[in-house]
């Protein structure tokens, strides 16, 4: 199992739907921080333009804020908001501030990493690749018959 693993992590090509969800598995388990608070950081930012969007729609489809007194309400709540979105927009970590997942494409160096680890370390780095694995009880098939895997980022389980 842990060569098949290590040729399809390596096998992967970077920006696949199969690669990006391995490859954020790997990123969170790394540095759980960095991605809490990306994810926080992106959050802020929904949240900041949904409060735009409302304001804009409160004002010109909902028909509020009307006169000289709404008006100068809704442009001070709505410069707030707008600078609200530039601030939680700056705080967004760039894609290239991320760490190096070069490593999930040596199949080499992950191979090494599933062979020397401990049972646990292999675990940690099996969840990292699959979604789910289904076991076949039929013990006429060869063992490795029996395994039907559930790849992250693919759509169906395929056998090992």
């Not at 598995?25 to 992106?42: G, H, K, S």
């Not at 289904?134 to 018959?145: G, H, N, Q, S």
Request: charged letters at 30%.
């Amino acid at each position: 199992m842990t060569i098949r693993v290590a040729k399809r992590v390596a096998a992967l090509e970077p920006g696949s739907p199969a690669f990006e969800a391995v490859a954020a598995r790997w990123l969170r388990e790394q540095d759980p921080v960095d991605d809490a608070e990306r994810r926080a950081a992106i959050a802020a930012v929904a949240n900041a333009e949904a409060a735009v969007a409302d304001l804009e729609a409160a004002r010109y489809e909902r028909g509020e804020f009307v006169g000289e007194n709404g008006i100068a309400r809704w442009t001070a709540l709505y410069e707030r908001a707008a600078s609200r979105l530039a601030a939680a927009t700056a705080a967004v970590p760039e894609d290239n501030q991320v760490t190096d997942v070069g490593g999930l494409l040596d199949a080499f160096e992950l191979f090494e990493s599933l062979d020397g680890g401990t049972a646990e370390e292999r675990r940690a780095l099996y969840r990292l690749t699959f979604d789910t694995v289904t076991i076949m009880r039929d013990r006429a098939l060869p063992p490795e018959a029996r395994f039907r895997v559930h790849w992250a980022g693919e759509d169906e389980p395929a056998d090992v």
